[in-house]
Each structure stands twice: as C-alpha cells, then as structure tokens.
C-alpha cells in the first residue's frame, strides 16, 4: 500500500463517486459527482469503475503527494494548470507519482470541478452503498466532510502500466437542456417564456446543494408555496424572490416551491461546469428527445475505454500548451471570496 | 375511498423520473393512496424504476429511460394507482418520549400564549393526538406528520430559525414533525426527544417509515437524560406497538 497525502486544497472539495441512490425515501439525498462524465472518464483512465470514488476539487487549487510507494492517478474535468515535478500533466490523462512526486493543480479555468481519480480508487467504509460526502448527514469515508490539507487515503501502489489519455467528444456547447415541469402548471405562458428566453448567470452563492441563477424575477400564477413534493437533480425550483434555484447534488429530497422545469441528465454536469458569471440559455425538449439524450449519456459513459489512448509525452504537452491558450485565463470560475462551502453549517 | 378520487396526474421531473400527483393539497386520502402505490410497487417491481419517494400527495418514482420509458412506465403507473385500496393493514405504531417546554421546546410558552391557554393544555393536546408518518424528508429521519389537533394548527413562525435542535418535536400549519439531525426550521418548537428516526451504525438505520402510527408522552427533563445516553450508544429507545 501507498499513501496519497493532500498537501493542499482549496474549499469546497471531497470525495465523491456516482452517489447514494435508495434512501431518499428516508430524507437522505443522493450526493455524488457534480459532473459524472468526468469523474467517470478520470476513473476510466485509472482502470478503475467509471462511478468508483475520487477526489472532487473544487474551484480552488490543490496538491497530491505519494509517499511509501508510486501511486497512479488520472485529472479530467474543469481545466487547470496541472504538474509533477515540474512537468506539465494534460487533463484527461494519467500519471505515476513516484514515491515523494507531487501533482500540484491550479485554479479551474472555467467550470469548476475535476476530478482525481487513484488507481485502485479511494477505499473506505460505504453507506448505502456509496462513499460520497454529505457533510450536513455526517456521512462519507474515509472523511465525512470537505477535504483539508493533511488529509490521506491509503490507496494501492502504482501498477506500472503504460499512461494513458482519454479522447472524450467535445462538450455540447449550446442552450442547456431542460424539460418542463413538473409544476410548469404553477406559471402563465408569459413566466414560462421569460425564463427560456433569458439569459442567465449563475450567482456566486452556489454550491453542492443548488445553483442560484441570476436573470430575470419569474413570477408564480399561484404564490410560491406549494405542498413539499420529491426533487430530482436537476429540478429547477422558483423560491418567492423569483430566483430560480437549480437543484444539485446535495438537494433536499423535498421541496416546497414550484419547480418549472427539470435539466435533462445530460446537461446536468455541464451546469455544474457554468462557471459563475457566465451568460448561458436554457431549451425545452421533448420527453422523447431528453429520455433519447438520456441513453446517449449512459451510452457514453459505458464505453469510455474504447476512447482511451495510449499517452504520447510529446503530443501530450502540446495537448496541455494549447488547451491552456484555448481555454484562457480570462474567466476566474468563482469569486474565492464568495464561493459557499456546504460542509461548514 | 379511491373512486371518488380522480386519477393522479403524471408530471415530468426531468428524463428519469415522474411524479405521480394524487392531490394539490395536504390530503389524507392522497397521501394513503401514494402509500398505496409505493407498496404496490415494493410487492411487484416494475423494470427499470430504481427507487420510489412518498410525500404527503405524491409518490415521486425514479427510474432508468435506458429501461423503460416515460409513456410505458405512466401506463403501468396509471394502471395500479387506478386499483381499489387495499384493505388497511395493521401498521406500526411508535410511542415516542418526548421533554416538553423549557430548554428542550423554547415555543411552548409561546404557543400557549398565542391559543390563550396554559403549556399543560398544549402538551395534553399534542399528547392526545394520533399521528401518522405522511412522509420523511428534507434531512435524513425528518418525519413529517398528519394527524394534528386542530386546535393546534397556526401558521410558522414569521422568521425561520437557522438552527434547531436534533430530536426537536415541533408543529407548524396543519402538521407536526419529528426532526432527527439540527437544522432550519420555521416550526414552533414545543419540545425535544431523545429518539434518532436515523443514526449511522444502528439497525434500522431509520427508525420510522411513511404509514407508520405515532404517539407521543411526556418526560421529564431527567428522563431525557438518561434516555439520550441510551440512544447515543444505539439502543432504540422508542415503544414500538401494534397499532
């Protein structure tokens, strides 16, 4: 066994993996990966399965060390400025740390959160099958809160194998996809076109539990209280500010304001990725067209070894060089100042 | 019961899931024919659904588009809601111990106050009453129940608390609750119990489920103490009988 010690890390980051699914009956949320095609892809590069644990970091920077032996470890998500020893480390791609190594990662360059995936993956005790944080229920192993510096998981020693990258479709660019509902019915038609036809930013006040959107007041037909029905990721409920408020990871499981409209799987992590700030659109889709959009999504994330590639060093700095000037360092993903952190109550 | 009652409508929450509305309103009926559904579909899974959520007037249904679809699914869905209720079965009652007023239910005074009457009265009403679990939700073991006296219905507290107690027994509109972990809350806090409805490395992990029976009776402070270390060491401390 090696040691993988958190040298340093920003707020907001913690062990996530695909979530704690068949208790939300009982009040307890699902948790999870805010964007499951990247925790998935980091796993996938690692070997490991595509919703085993990982390491969520947040917006802010951090750093890896192995001690007492290699250990093998893969990036992929929002990008970042990433190095071992100096060198630079392209995302969507492995590295062995040797035994002392570091993998230091900068700031997010839009989006927000990437995932570091270990070979082996990140071991501890389950609930309800999962070890994902939930800081406000206690829960989630090897540390039931956000990660802090000297924190450390015993994971497997590196394997040796070859490194590898991962060739991952470019992401959908467009509006983001929602289908209506279910309370859509709680809004006249002139509500319900103001909130698709305007653009929207996402308040810096965001976190694991809901993102808060900024645009324009969405009036209810009703009044906004409505009886406490069930959430969904995703769920964009209207508060009676006229805000809406997106549903993510660490909802409540109930909840007692219209929501007008739901994300559609697919499009879920790619809010997650929004950077604070950012004008985006929202698009109604058919049931049809979001449950076919739904299957893709499974689909994708099921064969992402077939889009793995052996790592050629050259082709991989340049890789890491030109995402860097592609990306840009114009779009700080969030405020430091103002960028909640749902472990501390 | 169930004929007089229209179909549920079936409202889409997104390419996975759909909630199954019996009623706009907090309504008994409703809320045993979602309890109904919910049971239904534990005696005979439908492919694809991957786990069910009751609330008081809707059972919100979870599932995989890869192995069902969304018409397919309403069918089956619409199909057994239509079926006449079950005959009612003997559900689970608790009897939960509960220190009412002081430290443990700091509203208590002022709920007395606010329904001209005396703290004793309002316990002797709360503890009179026969619940029933509509739901759990919002924190984990947060059981939300119907069944309050009238006499104690009034509306939430104008500002909601950020934080209130683990174990805080309170009402607010038309219900009363169990809460099991601290957090916010714009209920009216009439006292405080040592039962966890959820605690990690205890079987059952949650005590109580929706269509269970409560009952509640009071303690003294001291009881509650001695009662708590019980409960923290993962004894459950609730009577469990047959309703």
């Known amino acids: 066994m090696s040691r993988l010690v958190v040298a340093s890390i920003g707020p907001a980051s913690s062990v996530q993996d695909g979530g704690r699914l068949g208790a939300q009956r009982y009040g307890l949320t699902v948790s999870g990966a805010m964007d499951r095609v990247s925790l998935a892809a980091a796993n996938t590069l690692v070997g490991n399965a595509p919703f085993a644990a990982a390491v969520e970091i947040g917006p802010f920077g951090a750093s890896f060390t192995a001690r007492d032996g290699a250990v093998r470890v893969a990036i992929a998500g929002a990008p970042r400025n990433a190095d071992v020893a100096g060198s630079p480390l392209a995302l969507d791609s492995s590295v062995t740390l040797k035994d002392g190594e570091t993998l230091t990662l900068g700031f997010a360059r839009g989006g927000a959160f990437t995932y570091l995936a270990i070979e082996g993956a990140i071991k501890g005790e389950k609930v309800f099958g999962s070890l994902a944080v939930n800081a406000r229920a206690g829960l989630g192993s090897p540390y039931p809160r956000t990660l802090q510096a000297g924190d450390e998981f015993s994971v497997d020693t590196a394997s040796g194998v070859a490194e590898l990258r991962i060739e991952l479709p470019k992401p959908a660019s467009g509006p983001i996809r929602v289908v209506l509902g279910p309370q859509d019915d709680e809004f006249d038609d002139a509500n319900k076109a103001l909130f698709l036809d305007s653009e929207w930013k996402i308040s810096a006040t965001s976190d694991r539990m809901g993102y808060r959107l900024e645009g324009p007041a969405i009036k209810h037909l009703h009044g906004h209280n409505i009886v406490s029905d069930g959430t969904v990721n995703g769920s964009i409920q209207v508060p009676g500010n006229g805000a809406p408020i997106a549903l993510m990871m660490d909802r409540g499981t109930s909840g007692g304001y219209p929501k007008i409209a739901t994300i559609i799987t697919a499009d879920v992590g790619r809010l997650a990725q929004t950077s604070a700030g950012t004008a985006f659109r929202f698009k109604a889709v058919s049931m049809a067209e979001a449950q076919d959009e739904a299957r893709k999504f499974a689909q994708l994330i099921r064969t992402l070894p077939d889009r793995l590639r052996s790592a050629d060093t050259v082709a991989l700095n340049i890789e890491a060089l030109s995402d860097a000037n592609v990306a840009g360092y114009a779009v700080s993903a969030v405020d430091a100042g103002t960028w909640q952190v749902t472990a501390e109550p | ?243």
Not at chain 2, 131 to 155: E, R
């Open chain 2, 1 to 243: 019961m169930a004929a007089t009652l229209p179909p549920p409508r079936l409202l889409p929450s997104g390419d996975s899931a759909v909630t199954v509305e019996f009623s706009r309103t907090i309504d008994d009926d409703a809320n045993q024919r979602v309890l109904a559904l919910d049971k239904a579909l534990a005696a005979s899974p439908i492919d694809g659904i991957t786990e069910t959520v009751p609330t008081y007037r809707s059972l919100l249904v979870h599932y995989d588009p890869g192995t069902i679809g969304f018409d397919a699914l309403g069918e089956k869905l619409l199909s057994l809601a239509s079926q006449p209720l079950p005959p009612a079965t003997k559900a689970r009652r608790w009897r939960i111990p509960v220190a009412y007023g002081g430290e443990h239910g700091i509203d208590l005074e002022d709920v007395a106050k606010a329904l001209n009457t005396t703290p004793d009265d309002i316990v002797a009403r709360h503890v009179g009453g026969d619940y029933k679990v509509a739901m759990i939700g919002f924190t984990p073991g947060w059981s939300y129940l119907s069944g309050l006296d009238k006499s104690l219905h009034m509306s939430r507290r104008q500002n909601p608390r950020l934080l209130t107690p683990a174990g805080t027994i309170s009402i607010g509109g038309i219900q009363a609750g169990i809460q099991c972990l601290a957090a916010p809350s714009g209920w009216h806090l009439l006292g405080r119990t040592p039962v966890r409805t959820y605690q990690l490395h205890r079987s059952p992990t949650f005590l109580t489920e929706p269509g269970d029976r409560v009952t509640f009776f009071a303690i003294d402070h001291k009881t509650f103490d001695e009662l708590d270390r019980a409960a923290e060491a993962g004894e459950i401390i609730a009577e469990q009988v047959d309703a």
